[in-house]
């Protein structure tokens, strides 16, 4: 069984850094899509980053790209993501996700697991 356990969310004044892990284990394949997603109260879950674990393609949003950094430890298999210049519209739930296909991850945004959401409050 697939877990996605994250870490590392909290509460940071504008301009600073977090980095978000997430832990991930029961993933049957070494090839397979990991993802960062966020979610503020009353939007739409929106796509972050994603990376590939058996390369180094990655993809971002463009609101983060050049502040935000994917990255993952395949001999720990966790995932990270590095938050740097934190801005007021950071602010939301961040999900680890996972799924064999990116499509499912990063287009359609419907990847098969999901973790449990860590928050991150950004204040101005």
């Known amino acids: 069984q697939v877990q996605l356990v994250e870490s590392g969310g909290g509460s940071v004044q504008a301009g600073g850094s977090l980095r978000l892990s997430c832990a991930a284990s029961?993933?049957?394949?070494?090839?397979?899509?990991l993802g960062w997603f966020r979610q503020a109260p009353g939007k739409e879950r929106e796509g972050v980053a994603c990376?590939?674990?058996?390369?180094?393609?990655?993809y971002y949003d463009a609101s983060v790209k050049g502040r935000f950094t994917i990255s993952q430890d395949n001999a720990q298999n966790t995932l990270y993501l590095q938050m740097n210049s934190l801005k007021p519209e950071d602010t939301a739930m961040y999900y680890c996700?996972?799924?064999?296909?990116?499509?499912?991850?990063?287009?359609?945004?419907?990847?098969?697991?999901w973790g449990q959401g860590t928050q991150v409050t950004v204040s101005s």
């Open positions: 990376i590939y674990t058996a390369g180094s393609e990655t």
């Open positions: 029961g993933y049957s394949s070494r090839r397979y899509w």
């Open positions: 996700a996972a799924d064999d296909y990116w499509s499912s991850l990063w287009v359609n945004h419907d990847p098969r697991y």
